[in-house]
């Protein structure tokens, strides 16, 4: 996996990626050349759909990205409810608008975490909490940290409303899920927004990926962190 460091430092600045392989799938990555990987891993457009630089697809394209949505539920074990939800992937260039409008349902006062797996093995990742800020300024926050949030693989954010209750997120794959008892407002925005209703798509996180950072983007994630007023490491 040496290619994939040296590439990722030429081309996305630094980079130092975590290969997520679903077990026990043996990697693609591991299977072809070094031009042939390279070439792969500068892909960011699938016909209309663009990649942020914070993810690729696994080499076999196992799950092709394309924009869509689909119904899910999630299980409260310890509640035992099953919370209806609706995950997205949308283009780069709509990405954070949408995701700006979607919080905006939430009310004008919400909580938010931050996710981050930076100096985390694959599959762990801290969260940080902030309660009780007003949406104008949480999203001029957020609106400067847009290519952190874009296109860092190891940043995610989930901002909610505990009252109503529901949350959206931007993960660290740049999908966009809701959940909540009541997604309709959501779901109309996705509509709008011209993100078809797929309910049997694939999303890159149901196979092989790779997700990209950098040393900048550890520092910004710092100043987010300062910015929001969150603690902890």
Not at 155 to 160: P, R
Request: glycine share 6%; charged share 30%.
């Amino acid at each position: 996996m040496g290619f994939l460091k040296t590439f990722f430092d030429d081309v996305f600045a630094d980079e130092r990626p975590s290969l997520v392989v679903p077990p026990p799938e043996v990697s693609t990555f591991e299977q072809v050349s070094d031009d042939e990987l390279e070439a792969h891993l500068k892909i960011e457009r699938y016909g209309d759909f663009v990649l942020t630089d914070a993810i690729r697809p696994s080499f076999n394209l196992d799950v092709v990205p394309t924009a869509g949505y689909r119904h899910d539920v999630y299980r409260d074990e310890e509640n035992g409810a099953d919370v209806p939800v609706l995950m997205a992937a949308v283009s780069r260039d709509g990405m954070l608008d949408l995701f700006m409008e979607l919080i905006e349902q939430l009310g004008p006062t919400v909580d938010v975490v931050l996710e981050t797996s930076h100096g985390h093995r694959s599959g762990h990742h801290t969260d940080l909490y902030r309660e009780q800020i007003d949406m104008p300024i949480l999203q001029s926050i957020l609106w400067d940290f847009e290519d952190l949030l874009m296109n860092d693989g190891c940043t995610g954010i989930a901002v909610l409303n505990p009252r109503i209750p529901q949350e959206v997120q931007l993960d660290e794959h740049k999908l966009l899920i809701a959940y909540g008892s009541d997604l309709g407002v959501y779901e109309n925005l996705l509509k709008e927004g011209q993100i078809p209703c797929q309910d049997k798509m694939k999303f890159l996180t149901e196979a092989e990926h790779v997700h990209s950072s950098n040393e900048r983007y550890v520092g910004e994630f710092e100043e987010l962190k300062m910015r929001l007023g969150m603690d902890g490491e």
